[in-house]
């Protein structure tokens, strides 16, 4: 008899001995079951953030440098404190930095402030307002649905003109045309030029939406006198970013006259650094929850061990007539082997079967996909775990010596 002849005789042995004994064979699954709705649930949970993730963060550009007074990340409150009283990076900075940069391929200054949007009797509360240049069309790659951007005229005349998120012209608009209306920012008007596209939140904290672009110039008479800007800094090719990054440096450092032996007094910051502080995050959820799910496994595993051991013990005269009439230790081995993993796969059916509703339902409150990925391996899971806790039962029966076998009672 070939290898293939023999699994697909196991799978009938073990499709009838667990019709034959239903309820010890639903008992025995429930740590499977328990283990895979956890293994499902921790997968779909980490996948759904990790896109979400990757979908807000790519807002900010993998070719984008950000230049700024401190950085993103900071290892203590001694090194927040210690950047918060280096000097401001001001307008002056950025139009020395873009004029000597020659790996950039756009330089945009940036400032923003919380504020109060109004247009006849509506108002638009805690909007982002936003002031930079023509440029940053490029740095922050948004795109214009309605009307257009601010051109260089504006940027450098300071034109009272702004471009205005989906969220803002909703709320202020509903359904009127928002272009060539005026609308009031800190009581003073300004012309609505463009609609931005939309963009949805960013890392779930604020709305990328609610936001209003002003040039510059209208910033720093309107709302701030002397900001604390930053500089979004595009490179010109992904492929120069390292050394994009480094000229950027060199740049900030004679612009900013600091002296060799003086340390920076800005930091550059990038997409990477979200990107690697979310896998640290991520990768501690995921080893609890590989903690949890390998608990429940076990647990489960030691389960249908003990239920193969009494299988095989109730059936070890079945096993000297196999043996007996030429049955080979493999084909017994493949019998057992195969039946743990039936009842194993059985529970990992079962556990998505309870997992699917119970993602819809988080799918509520917290972003969770139950990819086919996912799927796969928890029925691997499920398998792998079968294979392992009946190897032993497996083993011992097909060691039998048949004579011993035939006199069992």
Known sequence: MNLFAEIREGFGISWNAIRANKMRSVLTTLGIVIGIVTVTL?????????????KSISALGADVFYVQRSSWMHSS?????????????????????????????AVAPTVDNGGTLKYKTRSASSVWILGTTEEYLFTSGVGVAQGRFMSSVDAAGGRPVCVIGTEVATNLFRNESPIGARIKIEDQSFEVIGV????????????????????????????????????????RALVQLDEAREELRQVMRRVRRIAPNEPDD????????FVQMFNRVAGTIAIIGLFITGLSLFVGGIGIMNIM????????????IRKAIGAKRRTILLQFLTEAACICMLGGLIGLGIAWPLTLIIQRFLPATMSLTVVGIALLVSLVTGVVSGFLPAWRAARMNPVDALRSE
């Open 266 to 273: 800005f930091s550059i910051n990038q997409q990477d650094q």
């Open 196 to 235: 931005l596209e939309k963009q949805g939140s960013f890392l779930g904290m604020f709305s990328l939406d609610n936001r209003v672009v002003i040039p510059l110039k209208q910033f720093t008479t309107t709302i701030w006198s002397n900001p604390d800007i930053g500089i979004e800094v595009k490179a």
């Open 77 to 105: 409150e001694t090194d927040w404190l210690k950047e918060q009283k280096r000097r401001r990076i001001t307008i002056a900075d950025a139009e020395a930095l873009a004029g000597q940069l020659t790996l950039a391929g």
């Open 42 to 54: 921790m997968g779909t949970a980490i996948e759904g953030l990790n896109s979400s993730f990757l």
């Open 309 to 320: 051991f009494v299988s095989v013990a109730e059936r070890t005269r079945e096993i000297g």
